[in-house]
């Protein structure tokens, strides 16, 4: 519901909004179809939306910017929740495409209970890019955002200014990033992703899991930063990120001051309710992966006060710095303030922070934090060089200092041959090519010649993120080496658009101690196809040959090769030699052949302990209803050939020629 400022008078949208799509006229013009979306020009094509669910599927872009001064919402004016009261998201979210189209949405004013932002809900299907918010108020309870309450799809290229407040799960732009660490039934739900967005809202909560971006941290958030400033209650209190739980953060910084505000009572003689986990970049890490990120802003809580992550209990953190001022009463670091968790290649300030002390990392001088022999000894991928990797993802100020994002410091990578289209892609044809594929990472690609990689360590995955189209053209990768604690793969994450296929891996080695590697990506929520992978793995947790997690489509592709883990994490022996460490995906006529046995993947089905005679035996595969050369019965792709008795199957574009 929408109070229009002015007036006594309350917007009944719905019946308005049901006689526009009647005649026709509720939009500036297109039919809401993909290639026709419909154009959004006034505040009252923006808030129709809202009014009609069979809507909230369809493709929508701004032609204009947007000023709502005049309204006052009580609840999100798009894909408000049902039921403001549960505890999950309840009513019809946002499942279609808005592009922004670079315009901005201009004071959004929502008071009211929880799940608010511009959204109130955004489905696994939904894609929001190129929008600002600016000037924003949304105050509620909890799930509050600019942008969303609750997000479980795609958001790029966004930001937003002004003011958010509520109790828990606060952020700047998102106020819960969905994430699989939130079961709920037995039903299956998407994770969210946020990429290459900012927020400059000042951020304020009461109780828990309040960020400067995005309060909670289920999903994964990759090149974007925060300045606004965050202050919160009790605990779990972030400059980027309050709680990130089971979620990946990589590339991002913040520079807005963190403040957990509540000094506590003293009852019986031990302090309750004292302000914990407050971090310069995350509150709160648990079973989260870090990477490539740093804060700069100040710190302050009670305890567990770190200038980097306040609390960080397993997961990983790797090739991040920090260096705001720290202050605490009890168990404050530099780095990290409380935790289990060991980072890597990671330091702090030991000047500027305050700190000469930290539950982990490496405390370093002013002088060495702006020293690039600092970094490159440890491994990290720098413009100008190539052994430590080629996605080039810091560099140096040429006037000094700290190390950059080269994502925010303007730095413009190799530039491939094409456009990055779906008619003209990017053509890979070297090593530094091909790491500037994250650079770019919604872009199409095409593999051109076969890459060898020998002689670079990479300490993170060549591609951090990927949520483009990467055509391998039936072109191999070999010598691809790993030294990491986090997402390892040639891909790190694949989100929820992103297509792999035809493509190779030969000769692949991962020596990590993180817990989600896998050759051809750690984590998957897109499609692969038509791919393979040969090498070794070697860590701690999720395994897999091909992947580690998959949360996406796998479909005929196989790897070669042993897994090895021999360790027990959390209770739990982990297994080896799988070719999907953990699938919350599906998975069909693909396969794992390791020295002596295999496993079969098809029909949602998966059959272990194969013996070597059956893996090389046509019949085995012909069963499941796999397409092979030389046979229509299950199909007339030929996707499939093999050399009975010499060998596993291979995919037909390798053109592999059998022993006579």
Request: hydrophobic share 35%; proline share 3%; net charge negative.
């Amino acid at each position: 519901m929408a109070t229009k400022r002015g007036s006594h008078s309350v917007i009944i949208g719905m019946l308005l909004c049901w006689s526009l799509v009647a005649a026709g006229q509720e939009f500036a013009g297109g039919t809401g179809a993909g290639g026709d979306p419909y154009q959004i020009a006034t505040a009252e094509h923006l808030l129709g939306i809202g009014d009609d669910p069979n809507l909230l599927d369809k493709h929508f872009v701004l032609t204009a910017d947007i000023d709502l001064s005049e309204y006052a919402f009580e609840r999100a004016p798009l894909a408000p929740a049902a039921d403001p009261g549960a505890s999950f998201f309840e009513g019809d979210p946002f499942a279609g495409v808005l592009a922004g189209n670079g315009h901005v949405i201009r004071h959004l004013h929502v008071e009211g209970e929880s799940f608010l932002g511009l959204f109130g809900g955004l489905a696994d299907e939904a894609v929001v890019s190129g929008l600002g918010l600016e000037d924003c108020l949304i105050q509620g309870q909890y799930n509050v955002g600019g942008l969303a309450g609750y997000n479980e799809g795609s958001v790029s290229d966004c930001y937003s200014t002004g003011q958010i407040a509520g109790d828990f799960w606060v952020g700047g732009l998102v106020g819960e990033n969905y994430g699989s660490w939130r079961v709920r039934d037995s039903h299956s739900y998407g994770w969210g992703h946020v990429s290459e967005c900012y927020s400059e809202a000042t951020v304020s909560g009461i109780t828990d899991s309040v960020g400067g971006l995005v309060g909670y941290n289920g999903g994964t958030i990759w090149d974007c930063h925060s300045v606004g400033e965050v202050a919160g209650g009790l605990y779990c209190i972030g400059g980027l990120v309050g709680s990130n739980r089971e979620g990946m953060v990589s590339g991002c910084t913040s520079s807005g001051s963190a403040t957990g505000n509540s000094q506590g009572v003293v009852i019986d003689g031990s302090l309750i309710d004292a302000s914990w986990g407050i971090g310069g970049l995350i509150g709160e890490n648990h079973n989260g992966h870090v990477s490539n990120c740093f804060s700069t802003g100040a710190v302050e809580g009670v305890y567990h006060v770190g200038g980097l992550i306040g609390v960080s209990d397993d997961g990983s953190v790797s090739n991040c710095y920090s260096i705001g001022a720290v202050t605490a009463e009890g168990f404050a670091g530099g780095l990290i303030g409380f935790g289990r968790t060991d980072p890597v290649r990671c330091f702090w300030d030991v000047e500027t922070s305050g700190e000469a002390g930290s539950e982990r990392g490496t405390g370093l001088t002013t002088a060495e934090m702006q020293t690039i022999e600092t970094y490159l000894e440890a491994g990290w991928d720098f413009v100008d060089e190539s052994a430590n990797g080629t996605a080039e993802m810091w560099s140096m100020p040429p006037e000094g200092g700290y190390p950059a994002l080269r994502v925010l410091a303007g730095y413009e990578p190799v530039l491939p041959q094409g456009q990055g289209t779906s008619d003209d892609p990017f053509l890979i044809t070297n090593a530094m090519e091909l790491g500037s594929v994250g650079h770019r990472p919604r872009a199409f690609y095409r593999l051109d010649a076969d890459l060898d990689l020998a002689g670079i360590i990479w300490s993170v995955a060549p591609v951090p993120a990927f949520a483009g189209h990467f055509d391998g053209n039936g072109h191999r990768i070999r010598q691809l080496f790993i030294e990491d604690d986090g997402v390892v793969g040639l891909f790190g994450y694949l989100g929820s658009e992103a297509v792999v296929s035809d493509l190779g891996l030969e000769s692949v080695a991962f020596e990590d101690r993180g817990e989600d590697v896998g050759s051809l990506a750690g984590v998957n929520y897109g499609t692969l196809a038509t791919c393979y992978c040969t090498g070794s793995v070697s860590n701690f947790s999720f395994v897999g040959k091909l992947l580690a997690y998959n949360h996406g489509h796998v479909v005929n592709c196989y790897g070669i090769g042993n897994t090895n883990t021999g360790y027990t994490v959390r209770g739990r022996q982990i297994p080896a030699g799988v070719l999907i460490g953990r699938n919350d995906g599906d998975v069909s006529t693909s396969y794992r052949r390791g020295r002596s046995v295999g496993e079969l993947w098809f029909d949602g089905t998966t059959v272990n302990d194969l013996a070597l005679a059956e893996m090389q035996d046509i019949e085995t595969y012909l069963n499941a209803g796999w397409d092979f050369a030389g046979e229509t019965d299950n199909g007339t792709e030929d996707l499939w050939t093999i050399c009975a008795g010499q060998d596993s199957p291979h995919l037909q574009w390798e053109g592999v020629i059998c022993d006579q």
